[in-house]
T-cell receptor, first 117, second 114 residues
């Protein structure tokens, strides 16, 4: 959807192991976001990026790091996975240039289902 | 960001219009109203957004009251594939620290039945 590919689509990992999720876009959009979705909590923002090597924290960033070395890729890393990080992770993108970005909709990928055992 | 209030669930007959209400009484002048939906196990899908004028696209219409304290999403001819969770979200325009952050509530579960 909207030129967004998340990989892997499903992953099972053990507590304490590092995990990296990838979001790849073909739209050349400036902004990229990582959300997680859990029952009873809806979607919550983890981190976002407003350009190559420019990132910022969202509301649930503890335990997560991100990197964006090129426009098309935004990586989410769990340095040491915990069971509380079992979730569905969604990447989103939005265009943006100058000051007109606040009303540009975000478009979401189809998610990565992560299970930490 | 302003909070929104939506009914937890609604039903609609196939082929009829689905009218989904949303209250956002604390909305600010620079905040947009966005609608997304999420079909089970898929990512949220953008539907429509507006500031103060009514908007229409190929998917839906958005009616915003004059005082902007509430809005209605209209799916003119609902189909079974429109069964989903619909989220009404208020989002600030560019420039604020919350820029880009869509805050999702619990949404309305719309069930379209034959």
């Amino acid at each position: 959807d909207a030129g967004i590919t998340q990989s892997p689509r499903h992953k099972v990992t053990e507590t304490g192991t590092p995990v990296t999720l990838r979001c790849h876009q073909t739209e050349n959009h400036r902004y990229m976001y990582w959300y997680r979705q859990d029952p009873g909590h809806g979607l919550r923002l983890i981190h976002y990026s407003y350009g190559v090597k420019d990132t910022d924290k969202g509301e649930v960033s503890d335990g997560y790091s991100v990197s964006r070395s090129k426009t098309e890729d935004f990586l989410l890393t769990l340095e040491s996975a915990t069971s509380s990080q079992t979730s569905v992770y969604f990447c989103a993108i939005s265009p943006g240039a100058g000051t007109g970005t606040g009303n540009s909709p975000l478009h979401f990928g189809n998610g990565t289902r992560l299970t930490v055992t | 960001d302003a909070k929104t209030t939506q009914p937890p669930s609604m039903d609609c007959a196939e082929g009829r219009a689905a009218n989904l209400p949303c209250n956002h009484s604390t909305i600010s002048g620079n905040e947009y109203v966005y609608w997304y939906r999420q079909i089970h196990s898929q990512g949220p899908q953008y539907i429509i957004h507006g500031l103060k004028n009514n908007e229409t696209n190929e998917m839906a219409s958005l009616i915003i009251t004059e005082d902007r304290k509430s809005s209605t999403l209209i799916l003119p001819h609902a189909t079974l594939r429109d069964t989903a969770v619909y989220y009404c979200i208020v989002r600030v325009a560019a420039g604020g620290t919350s820029y880009g952050k869509l805050t999702f509530g619990q949404g309305t579960i719309l069930t379209v039945h034959p």
